[in-house]
């Protein structure tokens, strides 16, 4: 089992940037791919961004794409999101996530996720 601790979180204004982290320990965070989602008041939990076990592979939200970056540091056991250029509508409860299963393709479905933190709060001012 992975335990997840977000940090980072805060508020920010619009056109401003955060950096978002993602700590685990329990086991080797290598060995699983993460991803962040994110929930904003009155909506669904939504798939922000993922990233591979390596790393090599990331992919995004159509909504965060050329303005958030995943990344991860194995030594570390660490995966970040870093989020430029934030807009009102970024304003959520932002959730890292961990995901054991091999199946292919991205994983931007929560049920593919078997960990999850207890999530960190983005609010962007206008």
């Known amino acids: 089992q992975v335990q997840l601790v977000e940090s980072g979180g805060g508020l920010v204004q619009a056109g401003g940037s955060l950096r978002l982290s993602c700590a685990a320990s329990g086991r080797t965070f290598s060995n699983y791919r993460a991803g962040w989602f994110r929930q904003a008041p009155g909506k669904e939990r939504e798939f922000v961004s993922g990233?591979?076990?390596?790393?090599?592979?990331?992919y995004y939200a159509d909504s965060v794409k050329g303005r958030f970056t995943i990344s991860r540091d194995t030594a570390k056991n660490t995966v970040f999101l870093q989020m430029n250029s934030l807009k009102p509508e970024d304003t959520a409860v932002y959730y890292c996530a961990a995901s054991s299963d091999l199946l292919p393709g991205p994983a931007t479905y929560e049920s593919r996720y078997q960990y999850w933190g207890q999530g960190t709060q983005v609010t962007v001012s206008s």
């Open positions: 990233i591979s076990r390596s790393g090599g592979t990331v």
